[in-house]
């Protein structure tokens, strides 16, 4: 796909994008508004959208924002509904929102810290597309970009919702560009690694590697241009991701034995 693709109305072109009011979504945002293109913005804090596209000095007619819980799937089908209504059907959509919280099966609480998480990261991901899908796929352009991560590659301790989520995100990627196969429309699938965002602030383990959430936005909008079906963003997480999948078990355990855990809900 070009980076500025040719819109059907002579409209410069539409990026819709989850989870924009903080981190990836943001430093997204910001590299489309750079490029001319409009903007469908969406998040629970909008006033925080709001707050950012200001300062950018973004004309009204540029950016549009949509209030809604992707994990609640009439909310984030509705804004979906609402943006194709309202500023026409999106070039390219990217389901970004999500939450990274630690668990610990023992603990009856954290079962709904899975259940939150894979509303957020998986059920949410798929209502973002699902409003689009058809349309997009008549209209026969168009990316589907999802956001996994590099913790999709392998089970952490003390991370198993998040890494479920994930891992859950790439396989269902996967399914959905075998069903665009063939209509013009690419799914893209983005594993970030350690990217510096609120997400990642107060992790208690070294995180290689580590990108400032503009770096990483820079190289997800060249991976979308240049249609990849999967990128591991930095690349040298591509390798360590690629190097972990290789461990043999008792190997893998070991190695991550003593790290520190991603902070349960409350901690
Ligand atoms: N940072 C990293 O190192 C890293 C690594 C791998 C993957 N990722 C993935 O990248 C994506 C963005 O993460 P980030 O680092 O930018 O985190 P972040 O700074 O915490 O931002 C998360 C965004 O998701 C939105 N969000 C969360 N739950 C939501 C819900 N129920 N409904 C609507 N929006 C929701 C938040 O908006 P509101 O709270 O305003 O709704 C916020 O804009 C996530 O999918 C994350 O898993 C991040």
Do not use: D, E, F, H
């Given at each position: 796909m070009s980076p500025t693709p040719a819109s059907a109305s002579g409209a410069s072109p539409l990026v819709f994008i989850t989870g924009a009011s903080s981190g990836i979504g943001q430093a997204l945002a910001a590299v489309y508004a750079a490029?001319?293109?409009r903007l469908a913005l969406?998040?629970?804090?909008t006033g925080e959208v709001e707050a950012w596209a200001r300062a950018q000095g973004l004309a009204a007619d540029r950016v549009q924002v949509y209030a809604a819980d992707v994990s609640q799937v009439d909310d984030i089908v509705a804004a979906g509904q609402r943006c194709i209504a309202s500023q026409g059907l999106p070039d390219v959509v990217i389901a970004n929102a999500g939450i990274s919280v630690g668990m610990d099966t023992a603990q009856r609480e954290d079962l709904k810290v899975l259940q939150d998480t894979l509303a957020?990261?998986?059920?949410?991901l798929a209502a973002t597309f699902h409003p689009f899908v058809d349309a997009v796929r008549r209209r026969?352009?168009?990316?589907l970009v999802g956001i996994a991560s590099v913790a999709?590659?392998?089970g952490l301790p003390g991370h198993g919702a998040y890494c479920a989520s994930k891992a859950a995100v790439v396989a269902y990627c996967e399914s959905l560009r075998g069903e665009c196969r063939g209509s013009g429309v690419r799914v893209v699938t983005l594993l970030p690694g350690y990217i510096a965002t609120p997400l990642t602030?107060?992790?208690p383990y070294p995180m290689p590697f580590l990108m400032p959430a503009a770096t990483f936005a820079a190289r997800a909008v060249a991976a979308i241009d240049a249609g990849?079906?999967?990128?591991?963003?930095?690349?040298?997480?591509?390798?360590?991701?690629k190097l972990m999948r290789a461990l043999?078990?008792?190997w893998f355990d070991a190695l991550f034995a003593g790290r520190g855990r991603k902070p349960r809900r409350g901690e």
């Open positions: 490029r001319g293109w969406v998040a629970r804090r957020t990261n998986n059920i949410g026969g352009s168009g990316a999709a590659i392998r602030a107060r992790n990849a079906s999967y990128r591991v963003i930095p690349w040298q997480m591509g390798l360590v991701a043999p078990n008792a």
